[in-house]
C-alpha cells in the first residue's frame, strides 16, 4: 500500500516534516509574495507627498508595523503547520471560519484580476499601439489577459512547488533589473535623489506615509501562514517574513517613487520604457505580477475550499476563470473597492494571533475545542472593518485591529467567567 500524499497542500491539514521546504526556499516565496506592483502606486504618492529623509522614515515606521503583524502569523503558521484557514476554523469556528476565507478569497480574485489587466493593458498600448480607454479595449487586449490569467492559473493550479520555482525565477531577475534600471534613470536625470524628491506638493507626514505603507500591503500580508506554514521551523517562519516584508517592500516603494520623480509613472515598466529597454521591461513586469498573482490565487483557493469542501485545486481553477473573465472591469472600477477591503483583513488577523498565543498548548497538541461559530471572533471582524473604513484617525488597520482585539478578548473573559 502506497504512502504517497495525495494533497500535497495540506488543504485541511498541518504540514507534516516531509512537507517542509527548505530555508531559501521559503524566503524567495515570501519575497516573491512582497513583488506587489499595486505597491508601485503607492511609491509614488509618497515621493510626491514626502522629502527623501522622511520617505525613509516612512518606510521604516510603516515597514516595522507590517514586521510585527506578518512576522507573528509568519511564526504561527510556520510552528502549526496551519494555513489561515485552518488557523480560522479554531478561533473563528467550523462555520465562523467561512468569513474570513471569503474576505480573503474575494480579495486575492480581485487583485488576480486587476494584476492580469495591469500587464495587458500597458504592453497593449506601448507593444502593439492599442487605444486602450476605460470604454474601449480591443480584442488583442482581451487575448493577452487570457494568456496570462491561463498561465498564471496554471502555476497556481500545481501548488507550493510551482510557487517556489517562479519565486526562484522572478525574485533576482525583478531585484536586479529593476535596481539597475533604478540606477540608470538617476544617473539620467538632471538631479540626485534628494534633490528630486524635494519636488512636489509634499503634503503628507511621516505618520500618514507610514499609514500608506501599512495599508498597502497589509492585507495580503493576512494570508502569511498560507506559506510560512511550510517553513522548518517557527524562527525560520518569522525570519522569512520579517527580511522578505522589508527588503521586497521597500524595493517595491523605490521603484514606484523613482519612476514617479524621474519618468512621471507609478511602475519600473516606464522607467525601463525611458531608457529603450522595452523587452526586458515586459518581462520584469510580467514575472512581478506573476508572482504575487500566484500567491494570491493559491489563498483563494485555499479559501473556497475551506467554504465549499471541494478540492484546493478546483477552486484555483474556478478562481483564475472568474479574475481572468472580469480582470478588465476590476481594473477601471474596483480598486477603490478593494482598497476599502484592504482595512477588512487586519482584525481577521489580530484574532487568530489572540487565539493562537492564548491557547498555544492546544494548538500545538491539537486539542483545540472547535464550535461551530465563535460570534465574538465574527462580530470582532464587523466591527473592526466598520471602524477601519469610518474613523480617519492614525492608522486605518490599527484601529481596526484594536475593535476586534477587544470584541475577542472580552468574549474570552466572558466564557471564563
Request: aromatic fraction near 12%.
Amino acid at each position: 500500500m502506497s504512502n504517497k500524499r495525495t494533497d500535497a497542500d495540506y488543504t485541511t491539514s498541518a504540514v507534516d516534516k516531509a512537507g517542509r521546504k527548505s530555508n531559501m526556499s521559503m524566503f524567495m516565496v515570501m519575497l516573491g509574495f512582497t513583488f506587489f506592483s499595486a505597491s508601485m502606486w503607492v511609491g509614488q504618492q509618497l515621493a510626491d507627498g514626502l522629502n527623501f529623509t522622511d520617505f525613509l522614515w516612512a518606510l521604516l515606521l510603516g515597514g516595522l508595523i507590517l514586521a510585527a503583524y506578518t512576522g507573528s502569523l509568519g511564526y504561527i503558521g510556520a510552528e502549526s503547520g496551519l494555513s489561515l484557514d485552518m488557523l480560522a476554523r479554531r478561533s473563528f469556528g467550523e462555520k465562523g471560519s467561512w468569513l474570513p476565507s471569503a474576505m480573503i478569497s474575494f480579495t486575492q480574485i480581485g487583485w488576480f484580476g486587476v494584476g492580469l489587466a495591469m500587464f495587458a493593458i500597458p504592453v497593449a498600448k506601448e507593444f502593439l499601439h492599442l487605444d486602450v480607454t476605460p470604454d474601449v479595449m480591443p480584442w488583442q487586449g482581451y487575448l493577452l489577459v487570457a494568456i496570462a490569467g491561463v498561465l498564471m492559473t496554471a502555476s497556481a493550479y500545481y501548488g507550493i512547488k510551482s510557487l517556489t520555482i517562479i519565486s526562484y525565477i522572478a525574485v533576482p531577475a525583478v531585484a536586479i533589473l529593476g535596481t539597475v534600471a533604478m540606477i540608470m534613470a538617476v544617473n539620467r536625470g538632471d538631479a540626485g535623489l534628494v534633490e528630486q524628491f524635494a519636488k512636489g506638493t509634499k503634503d503628507l507626514g511621516v505618520i500618514a506615509g507610514a499609514g500608506l505603507v501599512v495599508g498597502s500591503f497589509v492585507s495580503g500580508g493576512t494570508a502569511t501562514p498560507n506559506f510560512t506554514r511550510f517553513a522548518k521551523n517557527a524562527r525560520v517562519g518569522l525570519w522569512t517574513t520579517v527580511i522578505a516584508f522589508f527588503i521586497g517592500n521597500s524595493l517595491m516603494f523605490l521603484f514606484g517613487a523613482v519612476s514617479s520623480i524621474y519618468a512621471g509613472g507609478n511602475d519600473i515598466f516606464e522607467v525601463m520604457l525611458n531608457l529603450n529597454l522595452f523587452y526586458l521591461a515586459v518581462f520584469v513586469l510580467g514575472l512581478n505580477i506573476w508572482t504575487t498573482n500566484d500567491n494570491a490565487l493559491y489563498s483563494a483557493g485555499l479559501g473556497l475550499s475551506n467554504i465549499f469542501g471541494l478540492s484546493k485545486k478546483s477552486m484555483v481553477l474556478i478562481s483564475g476563470l472568474i479574475g481572468t473573465v472580469a480582470a478588465v472591469w476590476l481594473y477601471w472600477n474596483f480598486c477603490d473597492w478593494l482598497n476599502v477591503l484592504h482595512c477588512t483583513l487586519p482584525p481577521v488577523g489580530i484574532i487568530l494571533i489572540l487565539s493562537y498565543f492564548m491557547n498555544r498548548k492546544a494548538y500545538r497538541e491539537d486539542t483545540v475545542a472547535i464550535r461551530k461559530v465563535d460570534w465574538f471572533a465574527v462580530v470582532g471582524v464587523v466591527l473592526g472593518a466598520v471602524v477601519a473604513n469610518l474613523v480617519h484617525w492614525g492608522f486605518a488597520s490599527i484601529n481596526g485591529m484594536a475593535v476586534a482585539a477587544v470584541c475577542f478578548l472580552a468574549g474570552q473573559y466572558l466564557r471564563k467567567r
